[in-house]
């Protein structure tokens, strides 16, 4: 099963690497978020009072991720019945669907394009990409906003569903997915959804939890292959790892911080409130736009490298 597994992967991470998200294709995670959007609904109008809230909020978690188990099991069930072949080449479709390599390479380099014409367009560009205000960010600020999400998304878009695809194939990684899209959707500490979105918030930081430890390593192993600062990588990965409100987003961004010697985190608006994140990094040097591109890099590089460990281990052992 396992070898499969790193069948699929290397597949699907190809596919990634070859077309990323089209934006005609009607992603898997639109009907995910239709499925959420349509409970969160039901949730308010039934249920009132913070308990009552916590509960819906559980069971909203636990339907999500048996909507998707269920769908993505008959997916794959009809496929086979119809062809083996064509039950195959569903894993690797479902498999592809939940990585987002070149969707996030898209985004950072159209920042970084845009931002070479002006300032304003480079705020505009990369307010597609953060929940934070943009309208008033430097143009460093933009470089930084850009690559936080990346090295960020490294974990939660690239090597967190890698990991599930290795582990339990492309039901577990749209399992895993559909959890990220919860969290994303209602995992807020927001008066709104503090007690509904509290459940969709711990799963995804538990799912998170081993890969984005694997991902910090992954990115001091790219920062070493491309020649950055690998041990300011490991240094700064060591003591900043925990600079982050989330248990897990600070260990990529640690990594790529010290890799390219800039600082990352500080004050940041959101919603006309400013919000103090702790730094990450040293004062290096000011972060320029190529340093998204070289974010881009280490992103690849550690998903490369995660296939090659992984299979290097379960074959060559």
């Not at 249920?47 to 048996?66: N, P």
């Not at 080449?89 to 014409?117: M, W």
């Not at 919000?275 to 040293?282: A, E, Q």
């Not at 890099?297 to 296939?307: E, G, L, N, R």
Request: charged share 20%.
């Amino acid at each position: 099963m396992i070898k499969e597994n790193i069948i699929i992967l290397v597949l699907a991470l190809l596919l990634d690497f070859m077309i990323g998200d089209p934006y005609w294709f009607y992603h898997p995670v639109r009907i995910i978020g239709k499925f959420i959007s349509f409970e969160e609904k039901l949730i308010r109008k039934y249920f009132k009072g913070k308990k009552m809230e916590t509960l819906a909020g559980v069971a909203l978690l636990l339907d999500t991720a048996l909507f998707t188990a269920g769908i993505t099991w008959c997916i794959l069930i009809v496929s086979k019945s119809i062809n083996p072949s064509l039950g195959f080449g569903a894993k690797v479709f479902l498999a592809y669907t939940t990585l987002s390599i070149r969707s996030l390479h898209f985004e950072g380099i159209q920042v970084k394009d845009e931002l070479a014409k002006s300032l304003e367009q480079g705020r505009k560009r990369v307010s597609h990409i953060v929940g934070r205000d943009t309208d008033n960010l430097s143009e460093e600020e933009v470089v930084k906003a850009a690559i936080e999400t990346i090295a960020e998304n490294t974990t939660d878009g690239v090597i967190s569903p890698m990991f599930y695809i290795l582990l339990l194939g492309p039901i577990g990684a749209m399992v895993f997915k559909a959890v990220s899209t919860l969290d994303s959707m209602v995992g807020y500490r927001t008066e709104k959804y503090e007690y509904i979105g509290k459940a969709s918030a711990k799963a995804d930081d538990l799912l998170n939890y081993l890969p984005a430890r694997i991902c910090g390593a992954l990115m001091v192993i790219a920062a070493y292959v491309l020649r950055y600062d690998y041990k300011n990588a490991w240094k700064i990965l060591a003591r900043d790892h925990g600079n982050h409100k989330s248990p897990n987003s600070a260990w990529s961004e640690s990594a790529v911080a010290g890799a390219l010697n800039i600082k990352l985190g500080g004050v940041h608006d959101y919603w006309g409130v400013s919000v103090y994140k702790p730094t990450i990094g040293d004062d290096g040097r000011s972060a320029e736009a190529g340093d998204i591109h070289k974010t881009i890099k280490m992103m690849y590089i550690a998903s490369i490298s995660f296939v090659l460990i992984i299979s290097i281990f379960i074959f060559w052992s």
